[in-house]
């Protein structure tokens, strides 16, 4: 069953319209049908399956019909900071992230990475990538579509990375350190209601002065592994071990 967002309140006696896309998306793409069902979210996370009641191509109208009990969220909110990555894997990346379950995505500007955002360009691309993240997070069945945060700065990073309750930097130069456990550490510590935030270096990695920067402001420096991975995967290598201990252990 097809899933949607709305962000509107919940009340069951309403109707309620979804937008020209998504109703686009029913009629013409899934082919539904009046009476026909589908997945939707509402604010505060709430999921109900409803009723599509009326199927013109704009404006699809739907009631709610049964509340889905319990989330698929995980328990551990994590953040991924980034800087924009080449061609289209920025977008590949936060497609996979969504559908892994990070909460947030963070875009910030390096020293050494080559598809810097320009300010004026910031808008349009924030739009692109949440309806990217909606996608994804509408195909993977998620409560919650991730935010899209852009900071011009590593020192704009910092700040607002003051709130989480554990902060790592992710540098491959420590994949050959046998002796550094501070990943292991992290995944072997009580994840539950937690908030993680993992920078990560663009096709040109952090620079060492950029990762002392990091560990100067409370980052625990990490490696994963000893393979050296690509920019679009450490990001999944690292949220998938924090979710699966999050999840199962």
Partial sequence: MQQYFINEDLNVQSTYELSKDDSNHIVR????????????????????????????????????????????????KITVA??????????????????????????FNSERN?????KDKVDSKLNRWNKIVKEAAE??????????TYVDSLKDLIAFSEKFDSKVVAYEKESVNEENINLKNLL????????????????????????????????????????????ETAPLYFVSCVAYFSEFN
């Fill in 29 to 76: 793409i899934m082919r539904k049908k009046i009476e026909d069902k589908v997945y939707v979210v509402f604010n505060n996370e709430i999921k109900y399956i409803c009723t599509i009641v009326d199927n013109n191509v704009d404006k699809v109208l739907i009631t709610p019909y049964e509340q889905v009990i319990g989330t698929n969220e995980l328990s551990t």
């Fill in 82 to 107: 980034i800087p924009p990555l080449k061609n289209d894997k920025i977008e590949y990346l936060m497609q996979k992230l969504t559908e892994l379950g990070v909460s947030n995505i963070v875009l």
């Fill in 114 to 118: 080559i598809a810097k955002i320009k």
């Fill in 139 to 148: 195909q993977s069945k998620r409560n919650v579509i991730p935010d899209i």
């Fill in 188 to 231: 072997h510590s009580d994840l539950s209601n937690k908030e993680v935030i993992a920078v990560f270096g663009s096709e040109g990695g952090l620079s060492e002065q950029e990762v002392d920067f990091l560990t100067e402001n409370k980052f625990d420096v990490i490696g994963l592994g000893k393979r050296i991975l690509r920019a």
